[in-house]
């Protein structure tokens, strides 16, 4: 089995995060796309505006489209978001011979020195970097990457959460997620 985690706080989880998946599932075969939102992200500590639950749901919801795709709560438990802790579960449950990718945007992996263990982290995976226009990144020593450059939509989930703000309906996301979103009233002010 090829599978890939695809970590974030998808808060929310936005077409392009689909279109990044699926560019990298079809690119490198994988068979598995685990996207495990993180609970308690150790680099946006207090960055979550939406629940883990309401993120988890508009996940599940995002990925019924593709069975490659599946929501995870890997995380959901864990007082930080650690992608090392994360890997090691992962793996515990893969046969030896499986291969694991860990999905990364090139703003994340820009920063992976910065991470907890980050050269087990390394060692423990193959990444695949969604690239971002003006993101710049540089692969350490010892790190297996490629890119993933098929993706080129302008689309962030903070742009998303200030339309919903603002009581508009953004394209960028799911309509499931969308119509989750506002029947839930995520990202509105608070009266």
């Given at each position: 089995m090829r599978l890939a985690i695809f970590g974030g706080t998808f808060d929310p989880v936005h077409e392009a995060h689909l279109a990044i998946a699926r560019a990298a599932a079809?690119?490198?075969a994988l068979d598995r796309v685990l996207f495990v939102?993180?609970?308690?992200?150790?680099h946006k500590r207090g960055a979550t505006h939406a629940s883990f639950a309401d993120r988890l749901s508009m996940i599940e919801l995002a990925?019924?489209?593709?069975?490659?795709?599946?929501?995870?709560?890997?995380?959901?438990f864990t007082a930080c978001s650690y992608s090392i802790d994360t890997i090691e579960r992962v793996r515990?449950?893969?046969a030896p011979e499986d291969e694991l990718f860990f999905l990364i945007g090139a703003d994340a992996f820009a920063e992976i020195r910065t991470w907890k263990r980050w050269e087990d982290v390394?060692?423990?995976?193959?990444?695949?970097?969604?690239?971002?226009?003006g993101a710049s990144y540089d692969v350490p020593s010892g790190v297996t990457a490629d890119r993933v450059d098929a993706v080129r939509l302008p689309v962030s989930s903070s742009d998303a959460r200030r339309a919903l703000a603002a009581?508009?309906?953004?394209?960028?996301?799911p309509p499931a997620v969308l119509e989750y979103a506002l029947a839930h009233r995520l990202y509105r002010p608070v009266p």
């Open positions: 079809d690119g490198f939102p993180a609970a308690h992200p150790p990925v019924r489209g593709d069975a490659r795709f599946e929501a995870s709560r890997l995380e959901e515990a449950l893969l390394a060692r423990a995976v193959h990444f695949l970097v969604a690239t971002r226009p009581g508009e309906r953004p394209a960028s996301l």
